[in-house]
T-cell receptor
Framework: QKEVEQNSGPLSVPEGAIASLNCTYS??????FFWYRQYSGKSPELIMSIYSNGDKEDGRFTAQLNKASQYVSLLIRDSQPSDSATYLCAVTGGTSYGKLTFGQGTILTVHP | NAGVTQTPKFQVLKTGQSMTLQCAQD?????MYWYRQDPGMGLRLIYYSASEGTTDKGEVPNGYNVSRLNKREFSLRLESAAPSQTSVYFC?????????????FGPGTRLLVL
């Protein structure tokens, strides 16, 4: 059983819409949660991190964490074509020395 | 600051050949990691080094060895390459602050094993 699951894509949204990306994880000891963006042929880049239940906003991005449901999500408001990329959810445990466990990624396409 | 650098960028090997992937970071981070990325599978951890002088296995260590040469450098070695090791390899280092942590990734090495 995969430890981190992301909703299957690809996800296509029109420019200006809200894109919603979801992720579930199986390890209840997970403590840190991350969203990475990866453009085609490039390396992952951290866009959001969240450590406690609730919402965290940064510009057009909002991360939501619900540890009871073992669920983390990323909302992208006012989506732009430049947001088209693969979004990777990743988690670490409390004593994992920062070892990231990634989901398989969701491809997002924002069309004009 | 170059961040995390990797060499080579691309490599073609024949089955059974060996090679070493090099990684260096100039951010004075203690922890470094090697991941591989295959289509549709996200990234998987091969080995990591929590601090200089220590290394440990990740999720998929078979067929690989690592060396933490010093605080800056962390290399990954394939002793006898197999087609199943065709992948994109990413090195990362971790910045751990009081309230947050961030892993910075290198540009990747694309490896093709024939």
């Amino acid at each position: 059983q995969k430890e981190v699951e992301q909703n299957s894509g690809p996800l296509s949204v029109p420019e200006g819409a809200i894109a919603s990306l979801n992720c579930t994880y199986s390890d209840r000891g997970s403590q840190s949660f991350f969203w990475y963006r990866q453009y085609s042929g490039k390396s992952p880049e951290l866009i959001m991190s969240i450590y406690s239940n609730g919402d965290k906003e940064d510009g057009r991005f909002t991360a939501q964490l619900n540890k009871a449901s073992q669920y983390v999500s990323l909302l992208i408001r006012d989506s732009q074509p430049s947001d088209s990329a693969t979004y990777l959810c990743a988690v670490t445990g409390g004593t994992s020395y920062g070892k990231l466990t990634f989901g398989q990624g969701t491809i997002l396409t924002v069309h004009p | 600051n170059a961040g995390v650098t990797q060499t080579p960028k691309f490599q073609v090997l024949k089955t059974g050949q060996s090679m070493t992937l090099q990684c260096a970071q100039d951010m004075n981070h203690n922890s470094m990691y090697w991941y591989r990325q295959d289509p549709g599978m996200g990234l998987r951890l091969i080995y990591y080094s929590a601090s200089e002088g220590t290394t440990d296995k990740g999720e998929v260590p078979n067929g690989y060895n690592v060396s933490r040469l010093n605080k800056r450098e962390f290399s990954l070695r394939l002793e006898s390459a197999a087609p199943s090791q065709t992948s994109v390899y990413f090195c990362a280092s971790r910045d751990r602050g009081l309230l947050r942590e961030t892993q910075y990734f290198g540009p990747g090495t694309r490896l093709l094993v024939l």
